[in-house]
T-cell receptor, first 114, second 112 residues
Framework: ETGVTQSPTHLIKTRGQQVTLRCSSQSGHNTVSWYQQALGQGPQFIFQYYREEENGRGNFPPRFSGLQFPNYSSELNVNALELDDSALYLC?????????????FGQGTRLTVV | DQQVKQNSPSLSVQEGRISILNCDYTNSMFDYFLWYKKYPAEGPTFLISISSIKDKNEDGRFTVFLNKSAKHLSLHIVPSQPGDSAVYFCAASVRGNTPLVFGKGTRLSVIA
């Protein structure tokens, strides 16, 4: 059983550019959530996908968007990057949305916007 | 407005002693609570959880206590080991669709 993997692990982008981060969910998991962890903070929920549809969104602007694919892998896209977007982006997968279950996290992508 | 609060940014404990990490929440709708451990350059790793129908859950050296009336939970690690040194996040959720809400974390240092 493979765990959650994210790519790339590190990324440097210029303000105003666009970025795509990728996540492969754990085998058998159909729900993917994305979190942003700024320095010194806990992870903040961006959005969640369940069976390829957005299934909840946190307090992030529309320039943060995502996709989930039929194999349950996922992408996070951020347009018009701002300096404050610099953070660790975490992907988490879980088995179902209807019941309590722990989410399993990938190692994260460290995004630096300069 | 922080719904999950970990008021101690850091904690130092001697090896072999008990580590107690605390977490408070404000949203009475939360009914499932989790603790995650995070090492540098790694994602958070699930440690232990507790449902609101319980007041204690134990897994080896780790025990989580829930006091619903006080909206408070704590994680006890006994005995503490140097490998337990990490940042510990408390998280909460509501049954159904809602995501995890995290605290800011507590950095635990276990000194040999």
């Amino acid at each position: 059983e493979t765990g959650v993997t994210q790519s790339p692990t590190h990324l440097i982008k210029t303000r105003g550019q666009q970025v795509t981060l990728r996540c492969s969910s754990q085998s058998g998991h159909n729900t993917v959530s994305w979190y942003q962890q700024a320095l010194g903070q806990g992870p903040q929920f961006i959005f969640q996908y369940y069976r390829e549809e957005e299934n909840g969104r946190g307090n992030f602007p529309p320039r943060f968007s995502g996709l989930q694919f039929p194999n349950y892998s996922s992408e996070l896209n951020v347009n018009a990057l701002e300096l404050d977007d610099s953070a660790l982006y975490l992907c988490a997968s879980s088995q179902a949305r209807e019941r309590h279950t722990e989410a399993f996290f990938g190692q994260g992508t460290r995004l630096t916007v300069v | 407005d922080q719904q999950v609060k970990q008021n101690s940014p850091s904690l130092s404990v001697q090896e072999g002693r008990i580590s107690i990490l605390n977490c408070d929440y404000t949203n009475s709708m939360f009914d499932y609570f989790l603790w995650y451990k995070k090492y540098p350059a790694e994602g958070p790793t699930f440690l232990i959880s507790i449902s609101s129908i319980k007041d204690k859950n134990e897994d080896g050296r780790f025990t989580v206590f829930l006091n619903k009336s006080a909206k408070h939970l704590s994680l006890h690690i006994v005995p503490s080991q140097p490998g337990d040194s990490a940042v510990y996040f408390c998280a909460a959720s509501v049954r159904g669709n809602t995501p995890l809400v995290f605290g800011k974390g507590t950095r635990l240092s276990v000194i040999a």
